[in-house]
């Protein structure tokens, strides 16, 4: 590589939970700079959680995260004319992004009224084991296990 490594960059934890998860996912979830409405969701939903699972809805969210971020993944890869779908292991910090993104993209995709809502529900279903965002897990590893014959062309 000609460039140096950009310096990774680390988020500030959150003022209520003071966790640095919570702030990556919130950073993800905002809109056009609009980190007060961000959060106000994300605080909502949690909210929500507790009242419907009555556990700790901070804890509930992270074992949804953690039954959202997958171990392994596809990468296209050209060899010789022919395109390869590689099957890779996933980093630590881009399974944790990539979990945070799915969460958010099938909530936004759910059909309840506000996003407060939708985001609570994946939360709930992710945690259960079900749910679209755990779904997409699924379809990755099950694409990664169809392709395990082409692992020999990792890079």
């Known amino acids: 590589m000609r460039k140096a490594k950009p310096k990774k960059r680390y ?3 959150d003022p209520k939970f003071k966790e640095t998860l919570v702030t990556k996912f ?3 979830l ?4 609009k980190k007060s409405t961000a959060y106000n969701i994300f605080y909502g939903a949690l909210e929500l959680v507790e009242n419907r699972t009555k556990e700790n809805a901070l804890e509930t969210f992270k074992k949804a995260l953690n039954n959202v971020m997958p171990a392994v993944e596809v990468k296209s890869r050209r060899v010789g ?3 390869f ?3 890779t ?3 630590p910090d881009r399974k944790q992004s990539v979990g945070m993104k799915w969460l958010i993209k099938y909530a936004r995709g759910r059909n309840e009224k506000t996003m407060v809502e939708r985001l609570a529900g994946e939360i709930i279903a992710a945690a259960k ?8 897990k699924d379809d990755t590893h099950r694409m990664a ?3 395990k014959a082409f692992s020999h062309f990792r890079v």
Do not use: D, H
């Open 11 to 13: 988020v500030l934890p």
């Open 129 to 136: 084991g079900e749910g679209a965002a755990v779904k997409k």
């Open 89 to 91: 292991e996933v980093r």
């Open 30 to 33: 905002m809109y056009e700079g």
């Open 145 to 147: 296990e169809a392709n």
């Open 85 to 87: 779908q590689v099957p």
């Open 81 to 83: 004319g022919a395109t």
């Open 26 to 28: 919130v950073n993800n």
